[in-house]
């Protein structure tokens, strides 16, 4: 997707949606929308496309709840005409990932039209999907136009722009995260994308307000932060400026609650809350001066390749093949290696803390996420005290990335909540 795709916020984006579709060579446009999203805004888009003449095919994906699973999938690619179309992806997350993925598979474009201020993901070029029970993200693309009609968003159910909320407020571990990558894993880095993402994030942060009360202006800065961040993980070709250890609990989270059969939960719900977690590792890592750290290290054990591996089957049973190959590059440490690591981190710790000096403390995160309505206790959110701890000890495996996490293993440091 080219960053200069349209992208309108408004109270008429259905009209230049319309506009939009006339400038298109003539083909059928394909609606895609669940039950909710078709009467939210569904229907009317339909409604206009006809009243300008154009060709529409209208796909209700139905059910209790919608997943981006081999069965929804199917189901579109089998009720879309076997034609050239454009489609539009009427819905917030997993409608706009189907529509992505079979868009992109069907060498069709297609055009979100976002119902909810929910998640980050509405430009990105990836897909989330979950096949056979494992959720990955696949190779997709990016709409070529976003138009979000401000009216439907405001009036989304007000836990969906609570997760929207929570999704920006991972930014800040997510940064920090990013940078420790940088100083330590020798992850490339990109400081003008970090300013882009602190700025959406801090004029969101500036309207918490008007975003817990659902004003127009609430919902046009969150909106707009998402699909900032959204650009800016484009911009890079990875989502690294906008997820970190915060991102791997949800992760962690979704496959647990797959797992067991329990009902999923908002994607920026899980990762809000997970933000407030790491934040609270941050604390603790903000807190150590350098002879502390000396210490640690000296105290910490290098557990290595068979050590490590023995935890990933551990928790992740049938996946700990995958999860291996991912983390192959830390599980290949030899001992000496280990150690020279932990002689950098020692090293650096002036500007390690300073990277921890960035993330907001645990206390603000909670009182941010308290004043949208966004919970802040496993209970509400609705996990199982037994799935916290691991996230936090373990999450980590899922990607191959420095976190706050990591660091705390190469210094020995408990990175579980306290109780
Ligand atoms: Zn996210």
Known sequence: MSQNVPIIIGP??????????????????????????YRALGERIKAALKQAGLPVISIVLEGEEVIADEKYLIQTMVQAPPVDQVFVAVGSGTITDITRYVS????????????????????????????????????????????????????????LRAAGFGDVIGKTTALADWRLGHLLWSEPHDAEIERRVRHAMASCFESTDDIANGSDQGLRHLMDALIETGLCMLAVGDSRPASGAEHHCSHYW??????????????????????????????????????DVRQLVENAPFRGHDGEL????????????????????????????????????????????????????????????EQVGAPTDWRTLGLEEHMIEPALLYGHYLRNRFTVIKLCRFLGIDTRPAP
């Open 12 to 37: 008429d984006a259905v009209r230049h949606l319309v506009a939009f579709c006339q400038e298109l060579p003539s083909q059928p446009i394909t609606l895609v929308s669940d039950t909710n999203t």
């Open 104 to 159: 992109f598979r069907t060498r069709n474009p297609f055009i979100s039209a976002p119902t909810a201020a929910s998640v980050d993901g509405f430009v990105s070029t990836g897909a989330p999907l979950v096949v056979g029970g494992l959720k990955d993200t696949v190779k997709a693309q990016g709409p070529i136009g976003v138009f979000a009609d401000l009216p439907t968003l405001m009036a989304a159910p007000p836990e």
């Open 254 to 291: 979704e496959m647990e609650l797959l797992k067991e059969n329990k009902p999923a939960i908002l994607h920026g719900a899980k990762v809000g809350y997970a933000a407030m977690l790491v934040a609270q590792v941050y604390d603790k890592v903000r807190a150590l001066t350098q002879d």
């Open 310 to 369: 023995a935890d990933i089957r551990r928790i992740y049973g049938s996946g700990a093949g995958a999860i291996q190959k991912i983390q192959e590059p830390f599980l290949s440490l030899t001992e000496q290696e280990y150690r020279q690591l932990q002689g950098r981190i020692v090293e650096n710790w002036p500007a390690i803390r300073e990277i921890a000096e960035t993330v907001l403390p645990a206390s603000a995160v909670a009182e941010l996420l």
